[in-house]
């Protein structure tokens, strides 16, 4: 049973950065594709990014980033840390939204059917 942790939100002003985290355990050793969502009120929950994070070391690669984000969000796994990062810059008001940390089994980088997920970070970005 795959557990996903995130931190790192908070308050911050239009144009700063942000780093948020995802602590991942129970992960076996199989390939995982992990995402960032995101639900600002009243509103769907939206797809940000999604990475390979295969099951031999030091093997990653392959991301698919929102054309919302592109060019200002990156996101990268942490092999060590066991840890999915979502590095955000340029950060815009509209950028406001709970933030949640999705894993599911297998390499596609799909924009849904996530199995696992964790409890989300609010991040608000002040104009």
């Known amino acids: 049973q795959v557990q996903l942790v995130e931190s790192g939100g908070g308050l911050v002003q239009a144009g700063d950065s942000l780093r948020l985290s995802c602590a991942v355990s129970?992960?076996?050793?199989?390939?995982?594709?992990m995402a960032w969502f995101r639900q600002a009120p009243g509103l769907e929950r939206e797809f940000v990014a999604a990475t390979k994070w295969t099951a031999i070391r030091w093997i990653t690669g392959g991301t698919r980033i929102a054309d919302s984000v592109t060019g200002r969000f990156t996101i990268s796994t942490d092999n060590a840390k066991n840890t999915l990062n979502l590095q955000m810059n340029s950060l815009k008001p509209e950028d406001t939204a709970v933030y949640y940390c999705a894993a599911r089994v297998g390499t596609t980088l799909t924009d849904s059917d996530y199995t696992y997920w964790g409890q989300g970070t609010q991040v608000t970005v002040s104009s």
């Open positions: 129970g992960r076996t050793s199989r390939d995982y594709t």
